[in-house]
């Protein structure tokens, strides 16, 4: 069952990302053929680990590893894992480990031997002296400040990035679908009114439309819905000329990012504003006064217009609305300038179904991590090469199986969940393709 989508508006109409839902006649849908194996011959090193809290041994998940003096990086996972994969003439490099609010910390990749490795981080201690006392004397100033001073410290000219992006979809606690890519962002500068082009390296899925009961629903815009999430360079999505004056703004208790001083600012629609907009908390480098962070959510107390801003398809006779809709989006430091690096935007949709006496909760998940980048190439990619914003990524990739498909590629290491529901559903997808 096809069906039409139209082009992301302005926010002010519409929101960026859309989830989609189908109504499919028939189960009988299944992944494409299997992904062929890169003949590539890679010469790199794996290494695996967790990252931990050195005092609670809680994981940390989404804290960042860089491979010093390259471009090389990689995010560790919701159980706070991380496989990093290294050429093998940077294995004798140090690697960097920062995660917000603790101390940053630089060990050798030698050390890093076995299978088990935990790394342990220490929460930072800081003190409101220690933050400069000619900050800007509100809050609102402050965040205008970062907005209008992403010129100087941010990057300034065009870049190739390789990143890592994933999205998955879960029926209650229950894993449905999963969707993986390496993408190329051919990424413009910050103060360049030009879009961000994405180019489709590799893609795979693994999905099980049983337990989808009927419903299939989709994330419309893919990894570009990722790059969106970029508070420096796509302002309009949440603080343009017309929308800023209608958040308050106050500071919070300030903390340390990567052994740095950092203000932190709490944001929230006026109390006079009914239309569903954003709210959370954003981190600004003290010295530079540059984001180098932003952990917010959108506002989904009024669920007609909530629903309206991501529901773009749907049958009529169900009702589907948004219960969450969370965000992140973490900046990293090269040189003197900082550029985008992590996002990730989780989405809970409630769906309730006429004359059914129960309903049902899909939450869908996206994020994108650049794992390397270089200045941009001679030749942009031809229109045919580039990925549409309005993509649906499960639509472009085929099946999911064979373990190196990523070959010499970082990307962030499956969840445990993530691997089981894989094994499961691959089981049952061969097992109908049997009784056909």
């Keep these: 069952m096809k069906t039409t989508i139209e082009s992301i508006q302005p926010f002010h109409k519409t929101h960026w990302l859309f989830v989609a839902i189908f109504v499919f006649s028939t189960l009988q849908l299944f992944a494409n053929s299997y ?3 890169s003949d590539i011959n890679q010469d790199f090193k794996e290494y695996r680990g967790t990252i931990i809290d050195s005092n609670t041994k809680n994981v940390l998940a989404f804290a960042t590893i860089n491979v010093q003096e390259t471009n090389i990086s990689t995010i560790t996972n919701s159980d706070g894992e991380f496989l990093l994969k290294v050429p093998s003439n940077y294995i004798n490099n140090n690697i960097r480990i920062s995660f917000l609010g603790y101390q940053t910390k630089t060990i050798p990749l030698s050390s890093l031997n076995g299978e ?24 609102s100033s402050l965040v205008k400040a970062a907005l209008d001073k992403k010129g100087e410290h941010n990057f300034s000219e ?24 390496i993408v190329e962002i051919y990424r413009q500068p910050s103060t360049s009114p030009k879009a961000d082009k994405i ?49 308050e703004f106050s500071f919070d208790k300030p903390t340390e990012i990567n052994n740095r001083s950092v203000y932190v600012v709490k944001f929230k629609q006026r109390p006079n504003i009914t239309e569903p907009m954003h709210y959370g908390k954003l981190y600004i480098d003290a010295e530079t006064f540059s984001l ?36 992140r989006v973490d900046y990293r ?6 550029y985008y690096g992590y996002s990730n935007i989780q989405l809970t949709f409630k769906v309730i179904w006429k004359g059914r006496l129960f ?26 090469e580039t ?31 993530i691997e089981s529901a894989i094994e499961k559903i691959n089981k049952h997808l061969e097992k109908q393709k049997d009784k056909n």
């Design 35 to 37: 992904a062929q194996q």
């Design 116 to 139: 088990d490795i935990k790394i342990l981080l220490e929460e930072s201690a800081m003190q409101l002296t220690e933050v400069r006392i000619n900050a800007p004397k509100d809050a």
């Design 158 to 181: 065009e870049t190739v990035m390789t990143a890592f992006y994933r999205e998955t979809i879960k029926k209650r606690r229950r894993d449905a679908s999963l969707s993986e890519a």
């Design 199 to 247: 180019k489709l390296i590799k893609a795979r899925k693994s999905t099980d439309y049983d337990r989808l009961d009927t419903i299939a629903m989709k994330l419309q815009g893919g990894p570009y819905s990722a790059i969106y999430a970029d508070i420096i360079k796509y302002p309009q999505f949440i603080f343009n000329e017309n929308t800023f004056s209608e958040f």
């Design 292 to 327: 180098i962070s932003a952990i917010y959510n959108l506002n989904v107390e009024n669920r007609k217009r909530a629903a309206e801003l991501f529901v773009k398809k749907k049958p009529n006779r169900v009702t589907v609305y948004p219960t969450e809709a969370a965000y």
């Design 333 to 338: 430091l090269k040189g003197d300038k900082w």
């Design 359 to 384: 309903n049902s909760v899909y939450t869908l998940s996206s994020e994108m991590a650049v794992t390397d980048w270089a200045k941009t190439l001679d030749d942009d990619p031809t229109q045919r």
């Design 387 to 417: 990925l549409r914003p309005t993509v649906i990524l499960s639509d472009e990739a085929s099946g999911f199986s064979d373990p190196r498909f990523w070959g010499e590629y970082n990307i962030i290491e499956p969840e445990k969940s």
